[in-house]
């Protein structure tokens, strides 16, 4: 997506804000194939402002009261996928039990943007610049998916199957984000970019630890992030940090077939995710 | 006199209306049946046009005209007028505007746009400065020998070369021979890189039914842009009619002649309607003009004492498609190669080279940024080749005021400046030998400087004017011609205006901060090259005395004493023998009025203007006397560098000019802050990126990275060193461009300094650094991944 339009004008639709779910997942059948979902519209816009997609119609979610809440229950917490960046980072339930989805949603657009990212608008753009897929992935997280038709629940990690493409079907949309842990976790999201603020990452590293469970997620390096548990790290419970820190790097480096694009090579993107992942690993172990 | 003002800090007058969002720009300006333009664009880098149909765009409801190149016969420029108001026979980079649709409303405009179909025909496109060189490169202007040329200019017809400047002074050659000479050779580059204001261009014009021509545009240089409009199109200058709002930026994208021809054209095509262009920021950094890619190739000889015998260099600019703005960047990065150092031989060839890519044309620094990058890294490499602190060898070169010669044979003046002190206050501010550990044992820690001097690059004749009003209460309108952009010369001119009156600063109006009317104003050359305070503040000053004469003479008439008696300050004409003899100003404001109603004098307006004295063109090598001021100034950096990743964290800046007097601290301040960001972005991230058929492939501020909030360095030291320049306003000189000259070369000085890499070409993102260190300095990055992979992790119980 390279933003070049010389347009202000959005192509012409017709817009629905429903207030019930239900109303929504009906516009939406409805107009199948014609129809867009908008929770932030930040990737939305642009497209349409490209004149990449023409939309006919335009449901906006953000009216919908019930995907906007975050809840906490003892088999996880729950997030409504209208959830924004900064709700995310001002929620207690999120901030003292996600450390690393709060982490992750400070980095979603600017400061000013993160009023209008939605958390389920970011992962279902299917875009390598996500920086809630790395995180959640990292949590094993599931996404409660709906049609008028009923409902199903992946994992995370199966939502982009290719470069900005989904399993979601035209008709379908993510209503919430179900992490399985409700409290106990550490975990951290690091991220490499080429300046401080918004700029597209060139590495994005989440990593998590609970008990003896490890996982580290490695995105914007390739159309899906790279997912990494302690049995594929191999790591040893009973052998030293920087025993484990030294293999996990390497494993990570032969493993990882980075994109080169006009961000970053492919050599530099290897190098830095290795760097970062054990910067993360560091960061949960306690060990910086 | 005890200053009230003057040295004191003062905010820009126009902050409210700022931080309300409340100031009126000419974005904000709309005339009720106001029609919209939007630009159709090549596709192509160099094609002709065979065939433009226009049928289908104006089908869409609400297009009302579509005009061509054809309707435009016209040529613009400022020194050549090698510019179309749309593209006529053919295109010559991919943007270049082709037509324009007119239409009741934007998105009637923008679906109009969309259906004008141009045929083309093809052209080799030249895409590189090298390939555009080549004897047998296709010609990009084959009717560069016709256009119109500004004294001074040498454009080589037959060729891709806009302009050659040449500089000679002494004898290169015969120095390089010399025994003891140690030579470094480096070509530099920079990439070409956009202006950014945060207020695109955009123009309202109206072309009236009495055939003025009324345009509210976003300019900086109001006189400027009607001078070279009515030029172009044949109107006497006083048809036209500028009104320049503030700007919201300028940055010398916004000098010269921008898009106001094709607006005004389009007005009168309609019918006489008003007619709006705004850009959008696609457009801005697609179909206008940016800063020219730069091209060093430099050889530099020291003798083993660090003295600076010889300079040559060949600078190439790529201007792009049209080069009417850049031909003068060319000659200025030439005539002042040589920098702040007394360089006995000098050899410079500067050429401005045409390529099938986006034009070119000012911006902040004006050649400086440019040739400082190569002169100032030159310095460092030498400094490390011969085992000379970087200090020490620029302490060993400096002009001396009173003493040297330039390499364009001007003197430097002995009021000129003190680069010694400035080179001093750097060090002591900076102390570039003592270097603290890093955060991070793979991390690196360096220090680094670079000095720079620039003057204003103006014509000989670049003048200045400004009127002082009086009104009946005592309170002072002012009229300047400068154009106001958030640079902070219209406050500074306020506060000089109070201080010489001893009014409150509230009683003064400077009437440019809501609009500067080519109507009403007087004549200012250009808001430029860091000129408007020392030409507008020569021409404020005189008006000043002049308007101070008239009260002088009515209230010696008043007091019955003589005229050399009176003495006008502190809100207060009064008698200096007798000084209980006083009356408030505001007394004389309208003439004196006795209680019979007699009336001595009339009501007081003051004239002043300024022109440069005895300036001249240069000659053909590069010698003459061109320059009013110069400015010398010093950058310095510390950094650290992440030796696994190459990111580089500034972490502590401080910039130091010779200003000669600052009349206003705050904003001087102001300027080396926002200069030293600005500087800071070029360094480390901003680059525009061509794709391989030459286009732009990055016009977006998300891959076109600009420095947000949270990239700003966080210690930013501001040292004002006040060595009065005898003829500037209260000593003053300008500061406005030079501040982001130095702070490119601080940083690859510092990289250089502390890990012995070279980096030759901005900007140094952290990947480029990184590159460059594993090419250069592998040891460093090995070194840094065993202490970061495999040693220092502090043991912790894993579960």
């Known amino acids: 997506m390279s933003f070049t339009t010389p347009y202000f004008t959005l192509p012409k639709f017709t817009y629905f804000k429903p207030k019930k779910l239900e109303d929504a997942l009906s516009l939406l059948r409805q107009y199948k194939g014609k129809a867009k979902v908008m929770a932030g519209g930040i990737m939305l816009v642009n497209l349409m402002k490209e004149r990449q997609i023409f939309p006919e119609y335009v449901i906006d979610i953000k009216g919908i009261d019930e995907l906007k809440k975050i809840s906490k229950t003892e088999n996880g917490i729950k997030i409504g996928s209208a959830v924004t960046a900064i709700e995310l980072q001002n929620s207690l339930i999120v901030r003292d039990n996600l450390p690393a989805l709060a982490k992750a949603a400070s980095y979603m657009g600017d400061r000013t943007l993160q009023h209008t990212v939605t958390i389920g608008g970011n992962i279902s753009v299917g875009m390598p610049s996500t920086d809630g897929l790395p995180a959640l992935m990292s949590m094993d997280s599931l996404l409660r998916i709906k049609s008028q038709d009923g409902e199903r629940t992946i994992p995370a990690s199966e939502l982009v199957i290719g470069l900005g493409r989904t399993s979601l079907k035209d008709d379908e949309m993510i209503t919430e984000i179900i992490v399985p842990y409700s409290s106990g976790l550490k975990g951290t999201y690091l991220k490499l970019i080429n300046a401080s603020e918004v700029a597209i990452a060139t590495v994005a590293v989440s990593a998590l630890l609970k008990e003896r469970k490890l996982s580290v997620v490695i995105g914007a390096i390739a159309p899906r992030p790279y997912y990494f548990d302690h049995k594929s790290l191999q790591w040893k419970w009973e052998a030293s940090l920087s025993e484990n820190l030294k293999n996990a790097s390497e494993i990570i480096g032969s493993n990882v077939k980075p994109m080169s694009d006009a961000v970053a090579s492919s050599e530099y993107r290897k190098e830095v995710s290795k760097v970062l992942a054990v910067r993360a690993l560091k960061e949960v172990f306690g060990g910086a | 006199?005890?200053?009230?003002?003057?040295?004191?800090?003062?905010?820009?007058?126009?902050?409210?209306?700022?931080?309300?969002?409340?100031?009126?720009?000419?974005?904000?300006?709309?005339?009720?049946?106001?029609?919209?333009?939007?630009?159709?664009?090549?596709?192509?880098?160099?094609?002709?046009?065979?065939?433009?149909?226009?049928?289908?765009?104006?089908?869409?409801?609400?297009?009302?005209?579509?005009?061509?190149?054809?309707?435009?016969?016209?040529?613009?420029?400022?020194?050549?007028?090698?510019?179309?108001?749309?593209?006529?026979?053919?295109?010559?980079?991919?943007?270049?505007?082709?037509?324009?649709?007119?239409?009741?409303?934007?998105?009637?405009?923008?679906?109009?746009?969309?259906?004008?179909?141009?045929?083309?025909?093809?052209?080799?496109?030249?895409?590189?400065?090298?390939?555009?060189?080549?004897?047998?490169?296709?010609?990009?202007?084959?009717?560069?020998?016709?256009?119109?040329?500004?004294?001074?200019?040498?454009?080589?017809?037959?060729?891709?070369?806009?302009?050659?400047?040449?500089?000679?002074?002494?004898?290169?050659?015969?120095?390089?021979?010399?025994?003891?000479?140690?030579?470094?050779?480096?070509?530099?580059?920079?990439?070409?890189?956009?202006?950014?204001?945060?207020?695109?261009?955009?123009?309202?014009?109206?072309?009236?039914?009495?055939?003025?021509?009324?345009?509210?545009?976003?300019?900086?240089?109001?006189?400027?842009?009607?001078?070279?409009?009515?030029?172009?199109?044949?109107?006497?200058?006083?048809?036209?009619?500028?009104?320049?709002?503030?700007?919201?930026?300028?940055?010398?994208?916004?000098?010269?002649?921008?898009?106001?021809?094709?607006?005004?054209?389009?007005?009168?095509?309609?019918?006489?309607?008003?007619?709006?262009?705004?850009?959008?920021?696609?457009?801005?950094?697609?179909?206008?003009?940016?800063?020219?890619?730069?091209?060093?190739?430099?050889?530099?000889?020291?003798?083993?004492?660090?003295?600076?015998?010889?300079?040559?260099?060949?600078?190439?600019?790529?201007?792009?498609?049209?080069?009417?703005?850049?031909?003068?960047?060319?000659?200025?990065?030439?005539?002042?190669?040589?920098?702040?150092?007394?360089?006995?031989?000098?050899?410079?060839?500067?050429?401005?080279?045409?390529?099938?890519?986006?034009?070119?044309?000012?911006?902040?620094?004006?050649?400086?940024?440019?040739?400082?990058?190569?002169?100032?890294?030159?310095?460092?490499?030498?400094?490390?080749?011969?085992?000379?602190?970087?200090?020490?060898?620029?302490?060993?070169?400096?002009?001396?005021?009173?003493?040297?010669?330039?390499?364009?044979?001007?003197?430097?003046?002995?009021?000129?400046?003190?680069?010694?002190?400035?080179?001093?206050?750097?060090?002591?501010?900076?102390?570039?030998?003592?270097?603290?550990?890093?955060?991070?044992?793979?991390?690196?820690?360096?220090?680094?400087?670079?000095?720079?001097?620039?003057?204003?690059?103006?014509?000989?004749?670049?003048?200045?004017?400004?009127?002082v009003k009086l009104n009946e209460d005592g309170t002072i309108d002012v009229l300047t011609g400068n154009g106001s952009m958030g640079q902070g010369t219209p406050t500074s001119l306020a506060v000089i205006v109070a201080e010489e009156f001893g009014i409150p600063l509230e009683k003064v109006k400077i009437n440019q901060l809501e609009m500067v009317s080519t109507d009403t104003n007087p004549y200012t050359w250009q808001t430029v090259g860091s000129r408007g305070l020392f030409s507008d503040g020569i021409a404020l000053l005189r008006a000043i005395e002049d308007a101070k004469n008239q009260i002088k003479d009515t209230a010696s008439r008043v007091f019955k004493v003589p005229v050399s008696d009176v003495e006008v300050s502190d809100g207060y004409a009064f008698s200096k023998s007798h000084p209980w003899i006083r009356k408030e100003i505001k007394e004389f404001a309208m003439g004196y009025t006795y209680p019979d109603g007699t009336t001595v004098g009339s009501p007081v307006i003051g004239r002043g203007s300024y022109a440069p004295v005895l300036n001249t063109f240069l000659d053909a090598s590069g010698h003459g006397s061109n320059t009013v001021f110069h400015t010398y100034g010093g950058t310095g950096v510390e950094l650290e560098i992440d030796l696994l990743t190459g990111e580089v964290k500034v972490l502590r800046a401080i910039q130091v000019y010779d200003i000669g007097k600052a009349i206003d601290p705050l904003l001087v301040k102001g300027q080396m802050d926002g200069g030293f960001i600005m500087g800071l972005g070029s360094a480390l991230y901003e680059e525009l990126k061509f794709g391989e058929d030459g286009r732009v492939i990055n016009p977006n501020l998300i891959n076109y990275y600009v420095p947000h909030f949270e990239d700003m360095t966080a210690s930013m030291e501001s040292y004002m060193i006040e060595t009065p320049q005898k003829d500037g306003p209260l000593g003053a000189r300008g500061v406005g461009e030079h501040v982001m000259v130095g702070v490119a070369p601080a940083i690859a000085n510092a990289i250089l300094r502390a890990t012995g890499v070279k980096i030759n070409q901005l900007p140094i993102t952290a990947e480029k650094l990184w590159k460059a260190i594993k090419e250069q300095k592998p040891e460093l990055i090995e070194k840094a991944q065993k202490l970061f992979f495999e040693e220092g992790i502090k043991e912790v119980q894993q579960v």
């Open chain 2, 1 to 467: 006199m005890s200053n009230k003002y003057v040295g004191k800090e003062v905010p820009q007058a126009d902050s409210w209306l700022k931080v309300t969002g409340t100031l009126k720009y000419a974005f904000d300006t709309f005339f009720p049946g106001t029609l919209y333009a939007k630009l159709v664009t090549s596709k192509y880098p160099h094609a002709k046009i065979k065939n433009i149909d226009v049928s289908e765009a104006l089908k869409v409801k609400g297009v009302i005209k579509v005009a061509t190149g054809k309707d435009f016969p016209y040529r613009l420029g400022l020194y050549l007028s090698d510019r179309d108001v749309l593209a006529v026979d053919k295109v010559r980079w991919i943007g270049h505007p082709v037509a324009a649709v007119i239409a009741d409303s934007l998105e009637a405009a923008e679906e109009g746009a969309e259906k004008v179909k141009v045929d083309y025909e093809p052209l080799e496109p030249v895409l590189t400065v090298e390939r555009a060189l080549e004897k047998d490169a296709p010609l990009i202007h084959e009717k560069l020998g016709e256009y119109r040329v500004f004294p001074g200019f040498h454009p080589i017809p037959g060729t891709n070369i806009a302009n050659l400047f040449e500089l000679k002074h002494g004898d290169v050659e015969k120095a390089f021979q010399e025994d003891d000479v140690v030579i470094i050779e480096e070509t530099y580059r920079l990439p070409q890189i956009s202006h950014v204001t945060m207020e695109t261009q955009n123009v309202l014009a109206w072309w009236r039914f009495d055939d003025y021509v009324e345009l509210w545009t976003s300019i900086q240089s109001p006189f400027a842009t009607r001078f070279l409009m009515a030029d172009a199109i044949g109107l006497p200058v006083n048809r036209i009619i500028v009104h320049a709002p503030p700007a919201g930026g300028g940055f010398g994208l916004k000098a010269g002649l921008g898009w106001e021809p094709l607006v005004a054209l389009l007005s009168k095509l309609v019918g006489r309607k008003p007619v709006k262009l705004v850009l959008s920021r696609a457009e801005q950094m697609t179909s206008a003009p940016v800063r020219d890619g730069f091209i060093a190739k430099v050889k530099a000889g020291f003798k083993r004492d660090g003295r600076f015998v010889a300079y040559q260099a060949d600078f190439y600019l790529d201007a792009g498609a049209y080069a009417d703005y850049t031909i003068n960047v060319a000659r200025t990065a030439g005539y002042s190669a040589d920098g702040a150092y007394d360089v006995p031989n000098v050899h410079v060839k500067s050429y401005a080279v045409y390529t099938n890519k986006i034009p070119t044309t000012a911006m902040r620094g004006f050649g400086h940024p440019e040739n400082h990058w190569a002169l100032e890294l030159t310095l460092d490499r030498a400094a490390s080749v011969l085992g000379i602190d970087p200090v020490e060898i620029r302490r060993r070169n400096l002009l001396k005021p009173g003493e040297s010669v330039r390499a364009t044979g001007e003197r430097v003046r002995e009021d000129e400046g003190d680069p010694q002190k400035v080179l001093s206050v750097l060090a002591q501010a900076l102390e570039p030998d003592h270097v603290d550990r890093p955060s991070e044992p793979w991390k690196v820690r360096a220090k680094g400087i670079a000095l720079l001097v620039k003057a204003p690059s103006q014509p000989p004749n670049a003048g200045s004017s400004a009127v």
